[in-house]
């Protein structure tokens, strides 16, 4: 029986009405089992008398006996269930690697429910329960179940560590506040318990709120990616287009330029077709005439013969071909032609990428005024820090180390050590200037060479018409328009400074693959005056928008 009932599920001892093992199970005519408490009520219930299961009508309620063989296979169900939670309650009790055992517990070790300081013994449920009950036990101090117990001990007078001395910040026993710690700050350890666990309530508040700012610090680290995969999406996709659309301009460029060619030859070997069949008709004609000559030339009769020559002397003369000929066409010109149209729409989708990148770099626009204690003692500042020009005269002012002495200088108040920043200057009338931007630790007295070796990142104009970038060594620049409003561009983290033709929105020059790592100032240079030849001011003008 128990070998068969092993192989028996719990599903087989169910009662479909509780979905319980049968209590009391009874067997009804059409073969089905049931808790005879739940066949009853649901006859009870509903009438006619009806089986759940398949639904089979009895008019006449069966008589219900109890099925003897199932009631008793259910039991043995019963019990074996039970005997296995039993077992496995058992194995949830017993300690594992990492839990305290049971000190009292002799095999197997059943897990410590709680530790008592008095005892020096840590007790599982069972053998915890006279701590729970024995009032002379129930004084005892028990906590969560520790191990190492016997560390909870003085070593020197084998008291238990109850009290904490401040003075030494150690755990003491009774006896050695009486001896070793007598004049000492000591508290109980509950007391110094409770300060270090606000102390730490405190610090975990703090490291939660350093977590939170990291987990910020990640999604804002995360969003920046984000936007920067979306750039660079928009930027290849940009590319893409520019790119295909050059493409497709030399592609048509070059059909256009083959088939202009081949046109050409195709025009001279239709020429040359025409010689050539005109040569060959002739050549016919020739023939014929020469095979009549000939025969003529073998008659003896003397009338036929000068008859038939006259004949031949009244032919129509044949074409004079010594100054015909067929020159090849000429190609002069026609691949620079359609590179120079290929160039113009070069030209066009440039200054289209030009102006996309300058709407770009406008947004980052800062307002930015200038630092009359950096000013050289003959420029002349407005008022609101806007313009700046050269005076004649030198104003007496106090040579602060920030103050360029010797060069008609000026920085600005506002310096940048991170991003990008954006400003434009209003250049027109001048005949001389400098603009771009200068690090702080840069030489401000005596004779100064602009160069990026020495902290300083500028254009210049000289001679009314002569740009330059110093780039050290200097860099002539050709441009298509003189600038009346000049654009300046700094991306500290890529190392770029950018100069534009804001008008044109055309680009002027940029410096690539600088190394910044102080502290950046936008600087300018109105450069002398010239007897009124430059008297026109750099004026830092408000940055326009453009849609």
Same mark, same amino acid.
Not at 25 to 32: D, E, K, L, N
Not at 73 to 89: D, G, I, L, P
Not at 299 to 324: G, I, M, R
């Given at each position: 029986?128990?070998?068969?009932?092993?192989?028996?599920?719990?599903?087989?001892?169910?009662?479909?009405?509780?979905?319980?093992?049968?209590?009391?199970?009874?067997?009804?005519?059409?073969?089905?089992?049931?808790?005879?408490?739940?066949?009853?009520?649901?006859?009870?219930?509903?009438?006619?008398?009806?089986?759940?299961?398949?639904?089979?009508?009895?008019?006449?309620?069966?008589?219900?006996?109890?099925?003897?063989?199932?009631? @008793?296979?259910?039991?043995?169900?019963?019990?074996?269930?039970?005997? $296995? +939670?039993?077992? #496995?309650? /058992?194995?949830?009790? !017993? %300690?594992?690697?990492? @839990?305290?055992?049971?000190?009292?517990?002799?095999?197997?070790?059943? $897990? +410590?429910?709680? #530790?008592? /300081?008095?005892?020096? !013994? %840590?007790?599982?449920?069972?053998?915890?329960?006279?701590?729970?009950?024995?009032?002379?036990? $129930?004084?005892?101090?028990?906590?969560?179940?520790?191990?190492?117990?016997?560390?909870?001990?003085?070593?020197?007078?084998?008291?238990?560590?109850?009290?904490?001395?401040?003075?030494?910040?150690?755990?003491?026993?009774?006896?050695?506040?009486?001896?070793?710690?007598?004049?000492?700050?000591?508290?109980?350890?509950?007391?110094?318990?409770?300060?270090?666990?606000?102390?730490?309530?405190?610090?975990?508040?703090?490291?939660?709120?350093?977590?939170?700012?990291?987990?910020?610090?990640?999604?804002?680290?995360?969003?920046?990616?984000?936007?920067?995969?979306?750039?660079?999406?928009?930027?290849?996709?940009?590319?893409?287009?520019?790119?295909?659309?050059?493409?497709?301009?030399?592609?048509?460029?070059?059909?256009?330029?083959?088939?202009?060619?081949?046109?050409?030859?195709?025009?001279?070997?239709?020429?040359?077709?025409?010689?050539?069949?005109?040569?060959?008709?002739?050549?016919?004609?020739?023939?014929?005439?020469?095979?009549?000559?000939?025969?003529?030339?073998?008659?003896?009769?003397?009338?036929?013969?000068?008859?038939?020559?006259?004949?031949?002397?009244?032919?129509?003369?044949?074409?004079?071909?010594?100054?015909?000929?067929?020159?090849?066409?000429?190609?002069?010109?026609?691949?620079?032609?359609?590179?120079?149209?290929?160039?113009?729409?070069?030209?066009?989708?440039?200054?289209?990428?030009?102006?996309?990148?300058?709407?770009?770099?406008?947004?980052?626009?800062?307002?930015?005024?200038?630092?009359?204690?950096?000013?050289?003692?003959?420029?002349?500042?407005?008022?609101?820090?806007?313009?700046?020009?050269?005076?004649?005269?030198?104003?007496?002012?106090?040579?602060?180390?920030?103050?360029?002495?010797?060069?008609?200088?000026?920085?600005?108040?506002?310096?940048?050590?991170?991003?990008?920043?954006?400003?434009?200057?209003?250049?027109?009338?001048?005949?001389?200037?400098?603009?771009?931007?200068?690090?702080?630790?840069?030489?401000?007295?005596?004779?100064?060479?602009?160069?990026?070796?020495?902290?300083?990142?500028?254009?210049?104009?000289?001679?009314?018409?002569?740009?330059?970038?110093?780039?050290?060594?200097?860099?002539?620049?050709?441009?298509?328009?003189?600038?009346?409003?000049?654009?300046?561009?700094?991306?500290?983290?890529?190392?770029?400074?950018?100069?534009?033709?804001?008008?044109?929105?055309?680009?002027?020059?940029?410096?690539?693959?600088?190394?910044?790592?102080?502290?950046?100032?936008?600087?300018?240079?109105?450069?002398?005056?010239?007897?009124?030849?430059?008297?026109?001011?750099?004026?830092?003008?408000?940055?326009?928008?453009?849609?």
């Amino acid at each position: 029986m128990s070998a068969a009932s092993c192989l028996l599920t719990e599903d087989q001892f169910l009662c479909s009405i509780c979905l319980d093992v049968f209590t009391d199970p009874v067997t009804i005519p059409c073969g089905h089992n049931f808790c005879k408490t739940c066949i009853t009520e649901h006859w009870n219930i509903n009438v006619p008398c009806q089986c759940p299961n398949c639904k089979k009508v009895f008019y006449t309620r069966p008589q219900l006996k109890v099925n003897t063989f199932i009631s @008793e296979m259910a039991a043995q169900f019963r019990q074996s269930a039970q005997q $296995k +939670a039993s077992s #496995s309650s /058992l194995e949830q009790q !017993v %300690s594992k690697p990492g @839990e305290v055992p049971c000190d009292v517990c002799t095999g197997t070790k059943l $897990k +410590a429910l709680k #530790s008592c /300081l008095v005892c020096l !013994v %840590s007790y599982c449920e069972t053998h915890l329960e006279p701590h729970l009950t024995m009032s002379g036990l $129930k004084r005892h101090q028990l906590i969560d179940p520790v191990e190492n117990l016997e560390g909870r001990m003085c070593t020197k007078h084998d008291k238990l560590l109850e009290l904490f001395c401040k003075t030494d910040q150690m755990c003491v026993c009774m006896l050695c506040t009486v001896l070793d710690h007598k004049t000492h700050d000591v508290v109980p350890l509950k007391e110094e318990y409770e300060g270090k666990k606000a102390e730490l309530g405190k610090t975990e508040a703090e490291i939660q709120q350093m977590i939170q700012k990291r987990r910020l610090k990640i999604q804002e680290i995360k969003h920046s990616v984000e936007l920067s995969k979306e750039g660079a999406d928009r930027e290849i996709a940009n590319g893409v287009q520019v790119f295909t659309t050059l493409k497709e301009s030399v592609e048509r460029s070059q059909a256009e330029l083959i088939h202009t060619i081949k046109e050409k030859q195709r025009k001279t070997e239709k020429q040359a077709e025409d010689f050539i069949k005109e040569l060959e008709q002739e050549i016919s004609e020739l023939k014929k005439r020469s095979s009549e000559v000939d025969q003529l030339s073998q008659s003896e009769d003397h009338l036929h013969l000068l008859q038939s020559f006259l004949s031949l002397t009244a032919a129509p003369p044949t074409k004079d071909w010594t100054e015909v000929s067929v020159r090849p066409p000429s190609y002069e010109g026609t691949v620079v032609r359609a590179v120079n149209q290929l160039e113009k729409t070069l030209s066009k989708q440039m200054k289209k990428l030009f102006e996309v990148e300058l709407k770009r770099v406008q947004q980052y626009a800062v307002d930015v005024t200038l630092d009359p204690d950096t000013a050289h003692p003959k420029l002349i500042l407005s008022d609101d820090g806007k313009q700046v020009k050269h005076g004649d005269v030198k104003k007496k002012l106090r040579n602060n180390p920030e103050r360029f002495d010797n060069c008609v200088y000026v920085l600005t108040k506002q310096s940048f050590s991170s991003g990008r920043f954006y400003y434009e200057v209003q250049v027109k009338g001048k005949t001389e200037w400098d603009l771009g931007v200068a690090r702080e630790s840069i030489n401000r007295k005596g004779i100064i060479t602009l160069r990026p070796q020495n902290g300083y990142w500028t254009i210049w104009l000289r001679n009314e018409n002569e740009y330059k970038a110093l780039a050290g060594p200097s860099v002539s620049l050709s441009l298509q328009s003189q600038p009346e409003k000049v654009g300046v561009f700094v991306d500290y983290e890529e190392g770029l400074v950018s100069f534009y033709d804001v008008d044109a929105a055309a680009l002027i020059y940029s410096f690539t693959g600088c190394s910044f790592t102080e502290k950046l100032y936008p600087y300018f240079g109105p450069s002398l005056n010239y007897g009124g030849k430059n008297s026109a001011p750099l004026i830092i003008s408000p940055v326009n928008h453009t849609e």
